[in-house]
């Protein structure tokens, strides 16, 4: 099934540990320069915005060590419902073509 990753910009501290879990999960090894996901810091607006790559393939680990839940994985009408909504803080996690630190 096709799930949308939905960012909650207000809970994420910006820790990192889903760069590291994916990109152990992976490449087998903590390098976050290898993973499918990366956190993008607005340091203007003082907010984290995890993004994920084209070559994500949404397994959910990431979700899974998010301590914070600041990571969740709906079904495309509830992405849309989400996105209609139009909760502050809270959208799809934006597709970046490919990630370089």
Known sequence: MYEILIIHADKCTGCRVCELVCSMSKSGEYN??????TVLRNRDLDVNIPA??????CCGKCVAWCSPQA???????EAAIIRKNNL???????????INK
């Open 32 to 37: 976050p320069a290898k993973a499918y996901i």
């Open 52 to 57: 994920i790559s084209e070559s994500c393939d």
């Open 71 to 77: 990571l969740q994985f709906v079904s495309p009408e």
């Open 88 to 98: 502050i803080g809270s959208f799809p996690a934006p597709i970046v073509k490919s």
